[in-house]
């Protein structure tokens, strides 16, 4: 499975921004895609995940404001971030885990906001 991400950039605080991952290869084998991210000297943390059923599970600091969503057609998830904020400012990974347990990563996009 190969994961590409686009959309990250800077961007003021309050302001939006729409990142995609595209998955390709085995992608009959996944069954959760995700997003997770690292800001400088912390540890990488989940952000919002969404399971092929549709369920979808988020961090506490991003309820509300961000949204995730996968076209299944495409292939593609998505992160709608809104009302953002300079804590907000980190590289994000898209993630794909398969029925085997197995955890893809992308390469990550760096998102920063500017107070």
């Known amino acids: 499975v190969q994961l590409v991400e686009s959309g990250g950039g800077l961007v003021q605080a309050g302001g939006s921004l729409r990142l995609s991952c595209a998955a390709s290869?085995?992608?009959?084998?996944?069954?959760?895609m995700g997003w997770y991210r690292q800001a400088p000297g912390k540890q990488r943390e989940l952000v919002a995940h969404i399971t092929d059923g549709g369920r979808t599970n988020y961090a506490d600091s991003v309820k509300g404001r961000f949204t995730i969503s996968r076209d299944g057609a495409k292939n593609t998830v998505y992160l709608q971030m809104n009302t953002l904020k300079p804590e907000d400012t980190a590289v994000y990974y898209c993630?794909?885990?398969?029925?085997?347990?197995?955890?893809?990563w992308g390469q990550g996009t760096q998102v920063t906001v500017s107070s």
């Open positions: 993630n794909a885990v398969n029925w085997g347990s197995v955890a893809y």
């Open positions: 290869g085995s992608i009959f084998s996944i069954h959760t």
